[in-house]
């Protein structure tokens, strides 16, 4: 069973550009949670989407974005990007319609580099 | 504000001793706890969860303990392995935010052979 997959998994952009992250949730798992990993402020929650409906927002400006097609497929956009926005964005996926234990299965992640 | 934190940053533990990492949370409304955790290029892999009406609960070689009492939670290595050697993360999740989990900062475990 092939596990969460994330495109690209590098990818080089500069300063007011914007990029486009995808993510392919596990086989019938319906939830698709984002996460920004860096090294100074950990692991912050984007958003997740379940049936194409974002559920949860996390604290982040609206130049971050997300949305979940019918598939449970799912991409995060951010416009105008900034130095500051240089992370690993991981996508997680789970199979529970509502998390119990928060049991999540992440992706290896894309990381973005913004120069 | 974060959370839930981490007591130490790095952790180096010889090989076959036990380990022990802690976490600390300060959100008595939290509903359960994950530990994490994250190899080198990888994405964080679950270790074991404890729900917030349980004391303690046991994996394989891992051990959760839960004390809401202090607001800690720790989670415990038997016989540490190289393989254990990664970032660990402690997170917080609440049925009133059920889609959202809080992580602490990470310890690094460094095992010694």
């Known amino acids: ?115 | 504000g974060e959370s839930v934190g981490l007591h130490l940053p790095t952790l180096s533990v010889q090989e076959g001793d036990n380990s022990i990492i802690n976490c600390a949370y300060s959100n008595s409304a939290s509903d359960y706890f994950i530990w994490y955790k994250q190899e080198s290029g990888k994405g964080p892999q679950f270790i074991i969860d404890i729900r917030s009406n349980m004391d303690k609960r046991q994996g394989q070689r891992v051990t959760v303990l839960l004390n809401k009492t202090v607001k800690h939670l720790s989670l415990q290595i038997a016989a540490t392995q190289p393989g254990d050697s990664a970032v660990y993360f402690c997170a917080e999740g609440r049925r009133s935010n059920d889609y959202k989990l809080s992580f602490g900062a990470g310890t690094t475990v460094t095992v010694r052979a």
Not at chain 1, 29 to 35: F, G, N, Q
Request: aromatic share 12%.
């Open chain 1, 1 to 115: 069973k092939a596990g969460v997959t994330q495109t690209p998994r590098y990818l080089i952009k500069t300063r007011g550009q914007q990029v486009t992250l995808s993510c392919s949730p596990i086989s019938g798992h319906r939830s698709v949670s984002w996460y920004q990993q860096t090294p100074g402020q950990g692991l912050q929650f984007l958003f997740e989407y379940f049936s194409e409906t974002q559920r949860n927002k996390g604290n982040f400006p609206g130049r971050f974005s997300g949305r979940q097609f019918s598939n449970s497929r799912s991409e995060m956009n951010v416009s105008t990007l900034e130095l500051g926005d240089s992370a690993l964005y991981l996508c997680a996926s789970s199979l529970a319609a509502k998390t119990n234990t928060g049991e999540l299965f992440f992706g290896e992640g894309s990381r973005l580099t913004v120069l």
